[in-house]
């Protein structure tokens, strides 16, 4: 698992570099010592897990995700336990507070997850791969693969996940270039479907089919499409 320490104290990322070489599974591919920085760093690096201080010059560590398309595993690393309850809002793995112990690093690792599927293109979005969602008031990082409707909205987006319907301020054409083709499809100029939340397959008007989601939702595929699914699905 490729890591980014994202820390302002030298000292303290020397320290953290030392202690994960007790960890052959963390391969550590790059440092920042500010916020700024972190965000280009995480841009071109593209880790799977972020060692991140909350009190960062520039940018504090949640702008820095905040900041962010797609999100990779985060471990929070800090002085100060009064972010300890806002950090679970970013769905982090863990919250270390300095200084930081071997063996409460240990348990942090212990709860990564094993790298899951990822896209089969590097530019491109996978289910295994969140994204930061800012509704209003509201926030979540959502992972791909539980969202299982794009809707057009304009310039918008409307993202449907469990119980929440949010907007983001990106189009679904936008969306379409960064989503991985292989788990998301374009039924047609409103809406993208999660592929694996497809329930029932029907056939429809015109040669077009209906298509029914795991959510009890129905969406109708246009015929250009419909004859991409069906080929898709071998119908």
Same mark, same amino acid.
């Given at each position: 698992? @490729?890591?980014?320490?994202? $820390?302002? =104290?030298?000292?303290?990322?020397?320290?953290?570099?030392?202690?994960?070489?007790?960890?052959?599974?963390? $391969?550590?591919?790059?440092?920042?010592?500010?916020?700024? $920085?972190? &965000?280009?760093?995480?841009?071109?690096?593209?880790?799977?897990?972020?060692?991140?201080?909350?009190?960062?010059?520039?940018? #504090?560590?949640?702008? &820095?995700?905040?900041?962010?398309?797609?999100?990779?595993?985060?471990?929070? +690393? +800090?002085?100060?336990?009064?972010?300890?309850?806002?950090?679970?809002?970013?769905?982090?793995?863990?919250?270390?507070?300095?200084?930081?112990?071997?063996?409460?690093?240990?348990?942090?690792?212990?709860?990564?997850?094993?790298?899951? #599927?990822?896209? =089969? *293109?590097?530019?491109?979005?996978?289910?295994?791969?969140?994204?930061?969602?800012?509704? %209003?008031?509201?926030? /979540?990082?959502?992972?791909?693969?539980?969202?299982?409707?794009?809707? #057009?909205? %304009?310039?918008?987006t409307r993202l449907y996940f469990g119980k929440h319907q949010p907007?983001?301020?990106?189009?679904?054409?936008?969306?379409?270039?960064?989503l991985d083709s292989d788990s998301f499809f374009r039924i047609n100029?409103?809406?993208?479907?999660?592929? *694996? $939340?497809?329930?029932? &397959?029907?056939? /429809?008007?015109?040669?077009?089919?209906?298509?029914?989601? @795991?959510?009890?939702?129905?969406?109708?595929?246009?015929?250009?499409?419909?004859?991409?699914? @069906?080929? /898709?699905?071998?119908?």
């Amino acid at each position: 698992m @490729k890591a980014l320490l994202i $820390e302002d =104290s030298r000292l303290a990322r020397k320290e953290l570099r030392n202690m994960l070489m007790a960890f052959p599974q963390i $391969e550590i591919i790059g440092e920042a010592a500010d916020g700024e $920085e972190a &965000v280009v760093q995480i841009e071109q690096l593209q880790p799977d897990l972020l060692f991140l201080d909350i009190q960062l010059p520039g940018k #504090s560590g949640f702008e &820095v995700l905040e900041s962010l398309d797609a999100v990779p595993h985060v471990i929070f +690393t +800090t002085a100060f336990d009064e972010y300890a309850i806002r950090s679970f809002e970013y769905n982090t793995i863990d919250y270390l507070l300095k200084p930081i112990h071997e063996d409460r690093l240990a348990k942090a690792i212990d709860k990564l997850p094993q790298l899951g #599927s990822t896209s =089969s *293109k590097r530019n491109q979005l996978g289910p295994e791969d969140r994204i930061f969602v800012k509704d %209003g008031e509201q926030c /979540w990082f959502v992972y791909l693969r539980e969202i299982r409707l794009f809707e #057009s909205m %304009g310039n918008y987006t409307r993202l449907y996940f469990g119980k929440h319907q949010p907007l983001i301020q990106k189009s679904l054409n936008y969306l379409e270039d960064m989503l991985d083709s292989d788990s998301f499809f374009r039924i047609n100029r409103q809406q993208i479907i999660n592929l *694996k $939340e497809i329930e029932g &397959v029907a056939s /429809w008007f015109n040669g077009k089919l209906r298509l029914r989601l @795991k959510s009890g939702e129905e969406v109708e595929v246009s015929r250009r499409q419909s004859n991409k699914l @069906k080929a /898709w699905f071998s119908l």
